[in-house]
């Protein structure tokens, strides 16, 4: 029938001329169904009523800049940076006001009429890590970063050169660490020391060195970190044929983990403590919190660990977190006076990491999906994924994570200050230093109406005002934190 009906010649030109137009007029009504979809999606994003040209002649740009070039951008954002450090570096400990050291580069009539002569110690002195990994993460190859001893040097040290040379020979103070906060992501395995230089490296000459440059040490401790990757629980390895060993720097014999002081940098401490400069300062170049109850002799912490510090003779330390690109300059800055620290923990220090609940579910969480000797799903994983799913895909190695979040919402500084509400003495004893916690050069009152929030019972639609008045009591400019719980 449709051949007979193709064969008429009216019937070809009735198809040759009805499609198109039938196309066409489709074509015309997707479109038509578009635009306001399309319309209306340019209004969400874009103001003005509309969608325009980002740019067009004669009418205002959507987007500003006070920037000619990428090159002006690149240091306004340097500038920012070290803004945010100066502001965020946190003074942890300040024994008689052992900061600020003046230099002849402090602003104003407090300045020193020789530059201090100081000792900079830590092998990763001369290789900080200046960012996280994944999204945080900072290739430092591609230059512009402004290392410690040029930032110490800008702010008016005059820094012991013997030492800072021995750090930079690798075939004297030993090889720098392999890793780097950026590898953290990479998928790669990566095998996590300190490479903390050992006291047995350190020659008669380099000690000789620190008596020139005593009037301050600077010990610096560095810990990389960042997404994709969990701090190690352990101080071992396990090579190809399970053989269990000691990574290097470890202590030996005790049960440590990566965040805490391992043998190397402990003797070094030890050994600046003792070596009588006038001040001992402790630089936390850390994106993460680590044990820092070797700092505050009422911590027991030093004791509890059997570590031989003596944290009485550490007048001063310093969070000073990743501080990307510039952000050494804002440590030199905050050294010297020119600034006063204002920045605020954002986490609680606790005294024993292991003695956190978190730690029983911290760490390595995969599950495997094949268990001993046959397809099965090993208990406590089923609110995850459909165990009989999981048992027909006979595909070994697959693993499923997991983590039971067993202690709720009370885990960081929320479990500390729940469980210390009415027991001062536990929570002096687990906790180093709080949330928000962070010194001052000065001294702050603080003056609180709480108007109709006092005495009242939340009920999380009502709006409270409280007014704070903060007065700096001493002869220093500084900025303080409002904190209101």
């Known amino acids: 029938m449709l051949k007979k009906l193709w064969k008429s010649k009216g019937t070809r030109v009735w198809f040759f001329v009805s499609v198109p137009v039938i196309l066409l007029f489709a074509i015309i009504f997707i479109i038509s169904s578009a635009v306001p979809v399309i319309y209306n999606v340019f209004n969400m994003v874009m103001p003005g009523g509309g969608p325009r040209a980002i740019y067009q002649e004669g009418i205002d740009p959507i987007y500003t800049t006070e920037y000619e070039n990428k090159a002006e951008v690149h240091e306004a954002a340097r500038?920012?940076?070290?803004?945010?450090?100066?502001?965020?570096?946190?003074?942890?400990?300040?024994?008689?006001?052992?900061?600020?050291?003046?230099?002849?580069?402090?602003?104003?009539?407090?300045?020193?009429?020789?530059?201090?002569?100081?000792?900079?110690?830590?092998?990763?002195?001369?290789?900080?890590?200046?960012?996280?990994?994944?999204?945080?993460?900072?290739?430092?190859?591609?230059?512009?970063?402004?290392?410690?001893?040029?930032?110490?040097?800008?702010?008016?040290?005059?820094?012991?050169?013997?030492?800072?040379?021995?750090?930079?020979?690798?075939?004297?103070?030993?090889?720098?660490?392999?890793?780097?906060s950026k590898d953290l992501d990479s998928g790669d395995t990566v095998i996590l020391t300190t490479a903390e230089t050992p006291q047995s490296k350190y020659t008669q000459a380099v000690k000789d060195s620190y008596a020139d440059y005593n009037d301050m040490a600077l010990i610096v401790i560095t810990r990389i970190g960042g997404e994709g990757f969990d701090m190690p629980r352990l101080m071992t390895r396990t090579d190809g044929d399970g053989k269990v060993t000691d990574v290097e720097g470890a202590r030996a014999g005790k049960d440590d983990h990566f965040l805490q002081l391992d043998q190397n940098e402990s003797d070094m401490v030890k050994a600046v403590c003792d070596a009588g400069f006038d001040r001992v300062v402790v630089v936390l170049?850390?994106?993460?919190?680590?044990?820092?109850?070797?700092?505050?002799?009422?911590?027991?912490?030093?004791?509890?660990?059997?570590?031989?510090?003596?944290?009485?003779?550490?007048?001063?330390?310093?969070?000073?977190?990743?501080?990307?690109?510039?952000?050494?300059?804002?440590?030199?800055?905050?050294?010297?006076?020119?600034?006063?620290?204002?920045?605020?923990?954002?986490?609680?220090?606790?005294?024993?990491?292991?003695?956190?609940?978190?730690?029983?579910?911290?760490?390595?969480?995969?599950?495997?999906?094949?268990?001993?000797?046959?397809?099965?799903?090993?208990?406590?994983?089923?609110?995850?994924?459909?165990?009989?799913?999981?048992?027909?895909?006979?595909?070994?190695?697959?693993?499923?994570?997991?983590?039971?979040?067993?202690?709720?919402?009370?885990?960081?500084?929320?479990?500390?200050?729940?469980?210390?509400?009415?027991?001062?003495?536990?929570?002096?004893?687990?906790?180093?230093?709080?949330?928000?916690?962070g010194l001052s050069y000065t001294d702050f009152t603080w003056t609180a109406d709480f108007g109709s929030l006092k005495d009242a019972t939340i009920d999380g639609k009502t709006k409270y005002t409280v007014t704070v008045t903060v007065h700096n009591d001493g002869d220093v400019a500084g900025k303080d934190v409002v904190q209101l719980y």
């Open 79 to 180: 500038a920012v940076n070290e803004e945010i450090c100066e502001e965020g570096f946190v003074l942890l400990k300040n024994k008689d006001s052992a900061l600020p050291l003046y230099t002849p580069a402090t602003e104003g009539d407090k300045a020193a009429s020789a530059a201090p002569k100081i000792s900079v110690f830590g092998k990763n002195s001369v290789n900080l890590a200046y960012g996280g990994s994944g999204s945080g993460g900072t290739d430092t190859t591609s230059g512009g970063f402004v290392d410690l001893y040029a930032a110490l040097e800008d702010a008016g040290y005059d820094v012991n050169p013997t030492l800072k040379s021995f750090y930079e020979d690798d075939g004297a103070s030993g090889a720098k660490r392999k890793g780097n």
């Open 285 to 437: 170049n850390t994106g993460q919190a680590i044990e820092t109850g070797f700092l505050e002799e009422t911590s027991g912490y030093v004791e509890l660990k059997g570590y031989d510090i003596d944290p009485a003779k550490i007048d001063a330390a310093i969070w000073m977190g990743f501080p990307g690109e510039t952000g050494t300059r804002a440590l030199g800055s905050i050294l010297n006076g020119n600034v006063n620290p204002s920045g605020k923990l954002a986490d609680t220090y606790s005294v024993d990491f292991k003695a956190d609940p978190t730690w029983l579910n911290f760490g390595d969480n995969r599950i495997t999906a094949r268990g001993e000797g046959s397809n099965h799903v090993p208990g406590g994983d089923e609110y995850v994924f459909d165990p009989d799913e999981v048992a027909s895909h006979d595909i070994p190695g697959v693993y499923y994570y997991f983590v039971d979040y067993e202690e709720s919402i009370y885990y960081g500084y929320r479990y500390y200050e729940t469980r210390g509400a009415g027991n001062e003495e536990w929570y002096n004893d687990n906790v180093v230093y709080p949330f928000g916690h």
